[in-house]
Structures are given as structure tokens and as C-alpha cells.
């Protein structure tokens, strides 16, 4: 429990943290950043990544300040936060977008080689029983389009 007197050397310490915890939030926008990219996004997924971004950050900032800082809100702890992610898109931002990027898409283009695999696998395997069902269902089909109205045909 912390009290209402903080001695300095916690409070540094909590500032410290909380610049970390802003550093994380700026890792995480580029990670969302590289999600919108990866997708080539339109304002759906735009708002949606947003939309997370912030619940993830400001469910963050709430256990910080519950856990950390005993459930007290203090200026310098958003202040730290802030300027912990401001510096982190100064500074490793240039670096990690990219990276970020180009490991979603490389793992995108994986899961679609993947899919694409196992689609071609489920047709070759599934390709006998097809061509049985399809033998008798063309009868019945033919039967069936002669009773539809619809399908007669006109005089």
C-alpha cells in the first residue's frame, strides 16, 4: 500500500516503469501499424485496430496504476507513460515498423501457401466421392428443373 508521501527514489522508480510501460504502447501502435499495412486496410480494420490499440493500452495503464502505484493516479506516471512512448517513435520506431512489416507479411504469405496447400489436398481427396455423388444427382436434378415452373421451358 502506498501511502500519501512517496519518498523520491519510488517515485523514480515508478516514473522509470512508467516510461517502459510507454515504450511497450509504442511498440504496440507499431505492431497495429504493421497490421493495417500488411492488410492494406480500409477504415474497418483501421478502426478496429484502433479500437484495440486503445483497449490494450488503457487496460495496461489501469493494472500499472492499480498494481504499481497502488491505485493511486499520479501525474508522472502518465507523463512517464507519454514520454516513454513519444521516445520510442523517435527513436526505434524507424527500425521496428519495418521489421514488424515484413514479418507479418512474411507470415501471411505463409498461411495463405498453407491454405492454398491444404485446399488442393481436400480436392484431389475429395474428388471421388464428387464425381459419385455427382452421377446421381444429375438425374434427379434434371427431374426436378422439368417440375419447377421456372425452369420449363416456353412455346
Known amino acids: 500500500m502506498i501511502g500519501l ?30 497490421i ?4 492494406r486496410a480500409r477504415a474497418g480494420l483501421t478502426a478496429l485496430c484502433d479500437g484495440l ?20 493516479v499520479r501525474g508522472f506516471l502518465l507523463l512517464g507513460c ?28 505463409l498461411v495463405h501457401a498453407l491454405a492454398r496447400l491444404a485446399g488442393r489436398v481436400l480436392t484431389r481427396l475429395c474428388a471421388p466421392v464428387r464425381r459419385l455423388v455427382g452421377q446421381g444427382t444429375e438425374k434427379f436434378s434434371k427431374k426436378f428443373k422439368k417440375t419447377l415452373p421456372f425452369h420449363r421451358k416456353k412455346v
Open 82 to 109: 507519454a514520454l516513454g512512448a513519444l521516445g520510442f517513435q523517435l527513436t526505434l520506431s524507424a527500425w521496428t515498423r519495418p521489421a514488424l512489416t515484413a514479418l507479418l507479411g512474411g507470415a501471411a504469405r
Open 36 to 39: 493495417r499495412t500488411v492488410a
Open 53 to 72: 490499440f486503445w483497449l490494450v493500452t488503457l487496460s495496461a495503464y489501469f493494472v500499472f496504476t492499480v498494481v504499481r502505484a497502488g491505485g493511486q
Open 5 to 34: 508521501y512517496l519518498p523520491l527514489a519510488a517515485q523514480t522508480a515508478y516514473f522509470l516503469e512508467a516510461v517502459l510501460l510507454g515504450a511497450a504502447v509504442g511498440l504496440l501502435y507499431d505492431g497495429f501499424a504493421a
